[in-house]
């Protein structure tokens, strides 16, 4: 299942580099968790996480982006920002790439899918 997860990554990682972005680090891990992508858009940083579902019979990916996996993700990126000294120095944001397939036709990117509190 690892390898799916691994070129499901890569597929949204070229997809959002052809948009212009450039990746920081794939698969970023702490004590805190984990952030898929992490991502350069101009001066922004920008937490991607990827949602594959190779069945939508019960709903896409985003659905499955709840308030305590954004949470888990917020912890996890303020972490990254302190590790890294650049909390309060880069703006954020928090994007959400769910895909239904193995092609980039099969992407759904939502930019700023939720917000951070800091």
């Known amino acids: 299942m690892r390898s799916i997860?691994?070129?499901?990554?890569?597929?949204?990682s070229v997809f959002l580099e052809q948009q212009g972005l450039k990746?920081?680090?794939?698969?970023?891990?702490?004590?805190?968790?984990?952030?898929?992508l992490i991502?350069?858009?101009?001066?922004?940083?920008?937490?991607?996480?990827?949602?594959?579902?190779?069945?939508?019979?019960?709903?896409?990916?985003?659905a499955t982006v709840n308030k305590s996996k954004q949470w888990r993700i917020k912890r996890?990126?303020?972490?990254?920002?302190?590790?890294?000294?650049?909390?309060d120095k880069i703006m954020c944001r928090f994007d959400v790439v769910a895909v239904s397939g193995r092609s980039q036709k099969d992407l759904?990117?939502?930019?700023?899918?939720?917000?951070?509190?800091w």
């Open 108 to 117: 759904n990117w939502i930019k700023d899918a939720f917000w951070g509190k």
């Open 5 to 12: 997860g691994n070129e499901i990554e890569s597929l949204v």
């Open 39 to 62: 991502m350069m858009d101009h001066e922004i940083l920008v937490f991607v996480e990827v949602r594959y579902r190779k069945n939508l019979d019960y709903g896409d990916g985003i």
């Open 76 to 87: 996890t990126a303020t972490y990254y920002l302190q590790q890294h000294n650049l909390y």
């Open 23 to 36: 990746l920081v680090v794939a698969n970023y891990q702490c004590k805190m968790g984990e952030i898929d």
